[in-house]
């Protein structure tokens, strides 16, 4: 009942950016404070990364593998972002439990920031929700999406939104996706 009443929550079936689209310059709260998108990534890559929701199995385990890989993607000078649609606290909390699944007690913090989109604002924009998926309130959840930046901010890789596909993504494999030369 929630979900019909939020016209920023009404999902399309047209993705919110397509391949070569700048993505947009937008101004953000994350684990790390407030970010503008462009500025975050300089003349960086950029992989933007969602997940349904935090503390879950899944999405623990697969961000869990992005802290872990976040090393080889900076050598390749990419940076890493997530978003979530939960709150900068659950955020925080979430982390932890991130980097103590991962066992590393050298890491005291997540090498990349998530990003609290808690309105969905976001995940509209870009086309980021599931349709099929959805929380207690009825809301839809983020999809696991990926997007790829290159340095003139745009789109040059996207894993799209699959409706009910609730598979971790293989950081590794997108690990390689960061090897494509800049065009």
């Given at each position: 009942?929630?979900?019909?009443?939020?016209?920023a929550?009404?999902?399309?079936?047209m993705?919110?950016?397509?391949?070569?689209d700048?993505?947009?310059?937008f101004?953000?709260?994350?684990?790390?404070?407030?970010?503008?998108?462009?500025?975050?990534?300089?003349?960086?890559?950029?992989?933007?990364?969602?997940?349904?929701?935090?503390?879950?199995?899944?999405?623990?385990?697969?961000?869990g593998?992005?802290?872990?890989?976040?090393?080889e993607?900076a050598?390749?000078n990419?940076?890493?972002?997530?978003?979530?649609?939960?709150?900068?606290?659950?955020?925080?909390g979430?982390?932890?439990?991130?980097?103590?699944?991962?066992?590393?007690?050298?890491?005291?913090e997540?090498?990349?920031?998530?990003?609290?989109?808690?309105q969905?604002?976001l995940?509209?924009e870009?086309?980021?929700?599931?349709?099929e998926?959805?929380d207690?309130?009825?809301?839809?959840?983020?999809?696991?999406?990926?997007?790829i930046?290159?340095?003139?901010?745009?789109?040059?890789?996207?894993?799209p939104?699959?409706?009910?596909?609730?598979?971790?993504?293989?950081?590794?494999e997108?690990?390689?996706?960061?090897?494509?030369?800049?065009?």
């Open positions: 009942e929630a979900a019909r009443g939020c016209s929550c009404r999902v399309s079936s993705p919110g950016l397509l391949l070569g700048v993505v947009p310059n101004e953000v709260e994350t684990t790390i404070g407030t970010i503008k998108l462009h500025e975050y990534l300089g003349d960086s890559w950029g992989i933007l990364f969602s997940h349904p929701r935090d503390y879950t199995p899944v999405c623990t385990t697969e961000l593998r992005a802290a872990w890989t976040s090393p993607f050598k390749r990419v940076k890493m972002i997530a978003l979530s649609i939960d709150t900068i606290e659950d955020h925080r979430w982390s932890k439990d991130i980097l103590a699944y991962n066992n590393d007690e050298t890491v005291t997540m090498p990349f920031p998530i990003i609290a989109d808690s969905r604002r995940a509209v870009l086309g980021m929700l599931d349709p998926e959805k207690q309130a009825g809301m839809p959840l983020t999809a696991r999406c990926v997007f930046f290159g340095p003139d901010k745009k789109l040059k890789l996207s894993v939104l699959l409706p009910g596909y609730n598979r971790p993504r293989n950081f590794d997108i690990l390689s996706c960061a090897r494509l030369p800049a065009s």
